[in-house]
């Protein structure tokens, strides 16, 4: 029986694995129309030049043309292009790599999945080009400016099993970051908030209600106006340690997200974001070895002022 989950109708290429897109079940007329309608940025035009070239595939492994009708429930396989995509100087570094799992180093600025602007530029094609790992997968994100650890599984038969750990919470995550002091306010402490999706650019913001995350926070230096401190999320929501220290007037050095977009123009890497997933620890579900993983990277010196 064919799993539309698992296509084999179009290859990696250039550790770039092919899109997915589903008709809806309900529809009609020409697939064309619809993939011009639902991905604006592909002209006709494209479309039709990635048909002729075989590059629009449906799940069962018949070409795309012209004429093809909308089948609803149907899933189709293409691939994601760019004219053009800003160039990331900074590598990353392999600090672990077996039969089932890579764990990398991510320098700041670096994605980890194609989105936007980026595809090649990205922390898993990368990945998939230099070690010819098709299969490669990463079972947790951090963001793009965040610098640390990302595990992926390196095949698809164990995969979901090492996803499992960080969906039942099963991963010890901790994280540095450098952010303003505040002689007011005593660690170790505990911040517990609601975070919902704020409609704006992607942000997170606390709102009413009861507690969907947590975050143990410890001050491991510090001076007269900045620290160094430990975040350990007991949960994973998106932007969960930059929402919950700028909650706390202590927004991250460097942050150009929380508390207000500040966006730098592209190729600005004068100012990282002063955050590192440092380490990560679990129980092996395949072999009862407990694992612990280290960055090598750092975060800048305290500054003085």
């Given at each position: 029986?064919?799993?539309?989950?698992?296509?084999?109708?179009?290859?990696?290429?250039?550790?770039?694995?092919?899109?997915?897109?589903?008709?809806p079940?309900?529809?009609?007329?020409?697939?064309?129309d619809?993939?011009?309608?639902?991905?604006?940025?592909?002209?006709r035009?494209?479309w039709?030049?990635?048909?002729?070239?075989?590059?629009?595939?449906?799940?069962?492994?018949?070409?795309?043309?012209?004429?093809?009708?909308?089948?609803?429930?149907?899933?189709?396989?293409?691939?994601?292009?760019?004219?053009?995509?800003?160039?990331?100087?900074?590598?990353?570094?392999?600090?672990?790599?077996?039969?089932?799992?890579?764990?990398?180093?991510?320098?700041?600025f670096?994605?980890?999945?194609?989105?936007?602007?980026?595809?090649?530029?990205?922390?898993?094609?990368?990945?998939?080009?230099?070690?010819?790992?098709?299969?490669?997968?990463?079972?947790?994100?951090?963001?793009?400016?965040?610098?640390?650890?990302?595990?992926f599984s390196?095949?698809?038969?164990?995969?979901?099993?090492?996803?499992?750990l960080?969906?039942?919470?099963?991963?010890?995550?901790v994280?540095?970051?450098?952010?303003?002091?505040?002689?007011?306010?005593?660690?170790?402490?505990?911040?517990?908030?609601?975070?919902e999706?704020?409609?704006?650019?992607?942000?997170?913001?606390e709102?009413?209600?009861?507690?969907?995350?947590?975050?143990?926070?410890?001050?491991?230096?510090?001076?007269?106006?900045?620290?160094r401190?430990?975040?350990?999320?007991?949960?994973?929501k998106?932007?969960q340690?930059?929402?919950?220290?700028?909650?706390?007037?202590?927004?991250?050095r460097?942050?150009?997200?929380?508390?207000?977009?500040?966006?730098?123009?592209?190729?600005?890497?004068?100012?990282?974001?002063?955050?590192?997933?440092?380490?990560?620890?679990?129980?092996?579900?395949?072999?009862?070895?407990?694992?612990?993983?280290?960055?090598?990277?750092?975060?800048?010196?305290?500054?003085?002022?």
């Amino acid at each position: 029986m064919h799993n539309s989950h698992d296509p084999k109708v179009l290859p990696v290429r250039d550790g770039v694995s092919p899109s997915c897109v589903v008709l809806p079940s309900q529809g009609g007329g020409l697939l064309i129309d619809f993939l011009c309608e639902r991905l604006p940025a592909v002209s006709r035009k494209d479309w039709l030049r990635r048909m002729a070239a075989g590059q629009v595939v449906s799940e069962t492994g018949d070409r795309a043309d012209p004429a093809s009708g909308f089948i609803p429930g149907l899933r189709y396989y293409y691939y994601r292009e760019l004219d053009a995509e800003p160039e990331i100087p900074f590598a990353a570094q392999v600090i672990h790599r077996d039969g089932h799992l890579l764990v990398a180093d991510k320098p700041h600025f670096l994605p980890v999945v194609p989105a936007g602007q980026y595809l090649q530029n990205t922390l898993l094609v990368r990945l998939k080009r230099e070690f010819d790992l098709p299969e490669l997968s990463p079972i947790h994100r951090i963001d793009r400016d965040t610098a640390g650890l990302v595990v992926f599984s390196v095949q698809r038969a164990t995969r979901g099993i090492y996803q499992g750990l960080f969906r039942d919470r099963a991963i010890h995550k901790v994280y540095e970051a450098v952010a303003p002091f505040r002689a007011d306010l005593s660690f170790p402490r505990e911040h517990a908030s609601r975070l919902e999706e704020s409609g704006h650019f992607f942000r997170m913001h606390e709102v009413a209600g009861e507690p969907n995350s947590r975050t143990l926070m410890e001050i491991i230096e510090h001076n007269q106006a900045w620290a160094r401190y430990r975040l350990s999320p007991v949960s994973g929501k998106r932007h969960q340690l930059r929402v919950h220290m700028a909650a706390l007037s202590l927004p991250l050095r460097g942050d150009t997200f929380y508390p207000v977009v500040n966006d730098p123009e592209h190729g600005d890497y004068s100012n990282p974001l002063q955050l590192l997933a440092r380490s990560l620890s679990f129980e092996d579900p395949l072999t009862g070895q407990v694992r612990e993983f280290t960055s090598r990277r750092s975060l800048q010196a305290l500054p003085q002022d």
